[in-house]
T-cell receptor
Framework: NAGVTQTPKFQVLKTGQSMTLQCAQD?????MYWYRQDPGMGLRLIYY???????DKGEVPNGYNVSRLNKREFSLRLESAAPSQTSVYFC?????????????FGPGTRLTVT | AQSVAQPEDQVNVAEGNPLTVKCTYS??????LFWYVQYPNRGLQFLLK??????LVKGSYGFEAEFNKSQTSFHLKKPSALVSDSALYFC????????????????FGQGTTLQVKP
């Protein structure tokens, strides 16, 4: 059981470039999430997918798009990267949207935009 | 609005001493509370949660947390710290109210770095 996996681990982009961050989980979870982590700010929710076929905005969605490809995979796309998107990105999953469920996190992608 | 505060950026303790990492919260309804730990260059790992019932919750690696409704706090504790406990700790909260507007979003504190010295 690999849990939640993310690719790539590191990425450097120039301003204006695009890229897609990949996330997959093998726990048969229904809900998946994308967060960004910035120093002193904790984690902030970018987008989430309550179940396969649905996606919705979180706290900081501007500049991002997502795709829930199937139950296992949830990708995050930066269409035109900006230096403000330099951050560490975490994907997470949970059994479902029942509020008592904890979330399980991937190892993260460290993104630098120059 | 929901919020979480971790008032200490860093906590320093000596190995073998008890440790406390503080967390206070604000929600409109009853809270669901979580603690996560992040080791360097790793993702967050779930430690423990409070949903309902006993105010003292036990979790992974010997950690426990005490829910105090009157003080709106959920402090993380361990009786005897280990050097390997050194990491970044996050408290998180959800509002237990249901309804279609509730997305189940976790609200995280800013994190507290725990440094355990030999």
């Amino acid at each position: 059981n690999a849990g939640v996996t993310q690719t790539p681990k590191f990425q450097v982009l120039k301003t204006g470039q695009s890229m897609t961050l990949q996330c997959a989980q093998d726990m048969n979870h229904n809900s998946m999430y994308w967060y960004r982590q910035d120093p002193g700010m904790g984690l902030r929710l970018i987008y989430y997918s309550a179940s396969e076929g649905t996606t919705d905005k979180g706290e900081v969605p501007n500049g991002y798009n997502v795709s829930r490809l199937n139950k296992r995979e949830f990708s995050l796309r930066l269409e035109s990267a900006a230096p403000s998107q330099t951050s560490v990105y975490f994907c997470a999953s949970s059994v479902g949207q029942v509020l008592s469920y904890e979330q399980y996190f991937g190892p993260g992608t460290r993104l630098t935009v120059t | 609005a929901q919020s979480v505060a971790q008032p200490e950026d860093q906590v320093n303790v000596a190995e073998g001493n008890p440790l406390t990492v503080k967390c206070t919260y604000s929600v409109s309804g009853n809270p669901y509370l979580f603690w996560y730990v992040q080791y360097p260059n790793r993702g967050l790992q779930f430690l423990l949660k409070y949903i309902t019932g006993d105010n003292l919750v036990k979790g992974s690696y010997g950690f426990e947390a005490e829910f105090n409704k009157s003080q709106t706090s959920f402090h993380l504790k361990k009786p005897s710290a280990l050097v390997s406990d050194s990491a970044l700790y996050f408290c998180a909260v959800r509002d237990s109210r249901g309804g279609s507007s509730n997305t189940g979003k976790l609200i995280f504190g800013q994190g507290t770095t725990l440094q355990v010295k030999p």
